[in-house]
């Protein structure tokens, strides 16, 4: 069988699966998964052409380290076939512990555990499977291989996770903003010891690269009706979790049956193959498929949440610098009780509040930081090295606060 594949990606054009290994990875069903998980959660309320997968994402990933690498060698650094593929590898498998609709469910359903060590118990499940064929992809994913400037293609401030999204999430939403010259900026890398750099022509690339991270954050995924979507989601998994652990009767695909029944905590996820096994039968078909069938649950509280979701008549959302008040907030609270006739404790479904924060730069991420290569060899931290002027500005933490509550209040 031939293996080495051609894939037409609507961003890049004609994409190649490198190896037979690759291949087979990307047949595997841990990763054939992610083609029913969206990138975006439920950014498609807002925006109808954000229904790309984590799928789509991946592979584009795959394509831009087989861009980089070649890149990287052409101006002198040895990297081996090995170890091309192990990088390859890493990134095409750095996002295959999501879980359903992707961010917006990522502690709904296992308490304390990050997608990123989802994906680690995959990556080993499948060095298992391949005998010790994916070893040196891991010790790249986690760092402990000796070039630690391949770690930084896939995990950094300017890593080809964050390239890959921002170009793709700007493509599907329609959202110019978010365009990057992603071209220019992988022309421009460069390794000075041992870490990745970027070449000093390269940064203006780099500053529309930060600013457009900065307005894909407030214009797609904090958007307040992103936010309000999201939240209703997590509001019906909790309800739907209460229900089954009091022993009510809940329509949901055996592996979802297994997250509401249980409260899986960390440490029995991470010792318990398992629950990994009932978690990699998730994606968003277990989640909307059962939100469809709640609509008619007896449950009040929790047919009223999935019809809200399903129709999208979604929660009002106000984003602002400072806290609500809260004698405001009681009369929300109060005038939801007797419209929605629900009592004080069901409430909370309903009116909330909660924190968003959006940093586009952190000059003390260490290994982390983009780093200027400039024309006499020095290094410098691209806030330094940037004449832009709102650039520092950038390396703050803008940190707001959102109410939700029902339109009819």
Not at 73 to 100: C, F, M, V, W, Y
Not at 328 to 335: L, V
Request: with cysteine; proline share 2%; hydrophobic share 40%.
């Amino acid at each position: 069988m031939n293996k080495k594949k051609i894939i037409n990606d609507p961003v890049y054009g004609f994409i190649n699966i490198p190896s037979e290994l690759i291949f087979d990875l990307v047949s595997h069903p841990f990763f054939q998964r992610l083609r029913y998980i969206k990138q975006l959660g439920m950014t498609h309320l807002v925006y109808p052409g954000a229904l790309h997968t984590r799928f789509h994402h991946a592979l584009g990933a795959m394509h831009l380290m087989s861009l980089a690498i070649e890149v990287l060698r052409s101006k002198g650094q040895e990297i081996t076939k090995a170890e091309e593929e192990a990088a390859t590898i890493a990134i095409l498998l750095h996002d295959i512990g999501h879980g359903p609709f992707s961010h917006a469910l990522e502690h709904s359903l296992v308490k304390g555990i990050h997608h990123e060590d989802i994906s680690m118990l995959m990556m080993e499940k499948l060095n298992h499977q391949f005998k010790g064929r994916l070893t040196t992809a891991i010790e790249v994913f986690t760092g402990q291989y000796h070039k630690k400037f391949l770690q930084q293609l896939i995990s950094s401030q300017l890593d080809l996770d964050r390239m890959d999204y921002l170009n793709r999430d700007s493509f599907f939403t329609g959202v110019s903003e978010g365009v990057i010259s992603f071209d220019r900026i992988i022309k421009m890398f460069n390794v000075a010891d041992d870490h990745l750099v970027i070449e000093e022509k390269g940064i203006y690339s780099i500053e529309k690269f930060l600013v457009a991270r900065r307005l894909m954050y407030w214009q797609v995924y904090l958007h307040k009706t992103v936010i309000a979507g999201e939240q209703l989601l997590v509001k019906i998994l909790k309800r739907a979790k209460e229900l089954a652990e009091r022993g009510e009767d809940l329509f949901a695909t055996p592996a979802l049956q297994h997250f509401l029944k249980n409260d899986v905590k960390k440490s029995e996820f991470l010792e318990s193959d398992f629950h990994l096994g009932q978690f990699a039968r998730l994606d968003d078909q277990d989640i909307f498929a059962s939100v469809k069938v709640w609509r008619e649950h007896p449950d009040r509280i929790l047919s009223l949440l999935c019809n809200m979701l399903v129709d999208r008549q979604l929660l009002k959302t106000e984003i602002s610098n400072d806290p609500p008040e809260e004698s405001r907030m009681q009369i929300i609270r109060d005038n939801t009780e007797l419209s929605l006739e629900i009592n004080q404790n069901e409430v909370s479904y309903f009116v909330f509040t909660d924190v968003i924060s959006n940093r586009a730069y952190n000059t003390g991420e260490g290994n982390s930081t983009i780093n200027i290569l400039m024309k006499n060899n020095v290094t410098i931290d691209i806030a330094k090295a940037s004449d832009l002027s709102n650039l520092e500005s950038l390396d703050k933490t803008v940190t707001k606060h959102i109410l939700c509550y029902p339109r009819i209040i």
